[in-house]
């Protein structure tokens, strides 16, 4: 099986990534920190391949999912994952860096897609993998920028799902509560101190690679992870309460 993860340098993506070489699977390798991916890839020689690319331009998408075939056969597996976090007061909004994070969470992930879509459907196989967030389903104050990307990159995923069935290609939407990595630190560290958001559930990035590998083998529509999580998809008007009575103000 040949798989594409964009983001692989770091966090959920690189766990993905270790995942599938571990498997003996063929996995391209995406991000901009080349000296991150070639560590990766030195741990499957023959297996790997990797591709230094800045997704906040969509236009590398089509010579990205391009040169990976090129390099290690169809791809069967195309995980959108690479993503950046823009937080801050949307009244004092940086718009350079929310636009760009757009491109990033957004044209980026849909550009890779439809480049890759038309191979798998006229092999009448393949999947595409999308990591959204808990963002899309229970939108976070302090992230308007993030939300907007993440809504956005959820809806276009659930709604491909029983479009492309008929064509034997499966989509995964993936909702990531709290997972310990760089950008999960990073916003940890944009709150105000608060006893509740010390004790919110979190996870590792290794058992939500786990899930998703599942998820992918079993075609299974989504996850979401910490599990937990799953009761705001059952109870969205008391989560959207207790996100917005519970979320602490943003640091100056
Ligand atoms: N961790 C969480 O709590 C959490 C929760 C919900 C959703 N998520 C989502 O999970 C995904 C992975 O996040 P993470 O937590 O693993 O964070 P992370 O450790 O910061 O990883 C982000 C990855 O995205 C890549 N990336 C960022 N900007 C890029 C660009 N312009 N071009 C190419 N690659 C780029 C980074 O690689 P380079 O810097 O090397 O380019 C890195 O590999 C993201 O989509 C994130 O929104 C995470």
Redesign the pocket.
């Known amino acids: 099986m040949h798989v594409l993860i ?10 993905i990534a270790s995942l599938y070489l571990q498997r003996g699977d063929a996995v391209t390798l ?5 000296d ?2 070639d560590e990766l890839a030195a741990t499957a020689p023959g297996r790997a391949h990797v591709i ?6 969509p236009e ?1 998408a089509p010579g990205v999912i391009e040169e990976a075939e090129a390099a290690l056969g169809p791809l069967d597996v195309l995980v ?6 823009v937080m801050g007061a949307a009244h004092a909004a940086d718009w350079t860096a929310g636009e ?1 994070s757009l ?3 957004v044209l ?1 992930p849909l550009r890779l897609t439809t480049c890759a879509l038309p191979g798998m459907v006229a092999r009448g196989r393949g999947c595409v993998v999308d ?5 899309a389903l229970a939108p976070t104050p302090g992230m308007f920028f ?1 939300n907007a ?2 809504g956005a ?1 959820a809806a276009a995923s659930e709604g491909l799902r029983a479009e492309l069935a008929p064509h034997g290609v499966h989509v995964v939407t ?11 630190t ?2 940890r560290a944009r709150f105000a101190a608060s006893a509740t958001a010390a004790r919110v559930p ?2 590792t ?1 290794e058992a939500l690679a786990r899930l998703i590998a599942d998820a992918v083998d079993r075609r299974k529509p989504r996850v979401i992870y910490p599990r937990v999580y799953a009761l705001s998809r059952l109870l969205p008007g008391p989560t959207r309460w207790l996100v917005d009575r519970f979320t602490p103000p943003l640091r100056d």
Request: overall charge positive; cysteine-free.
């Open positions: 964009t983001g692989a340098s770091s966090g959920i993506g690189e766990a995406v991000a901009r920190r080349k991150r991916l230094a690319a800045d997704l906040a331009d590398r959108n994952n690479a993503g950046v976090q760009r491109r990033v969470n980026s990591i959204a967030s808990m963002a993030y990307s993440k990159l993936v909702y990531p509560g709290p997972v310990t990595s760089e950008m999960e990073a916003a979190t996870g990035p």
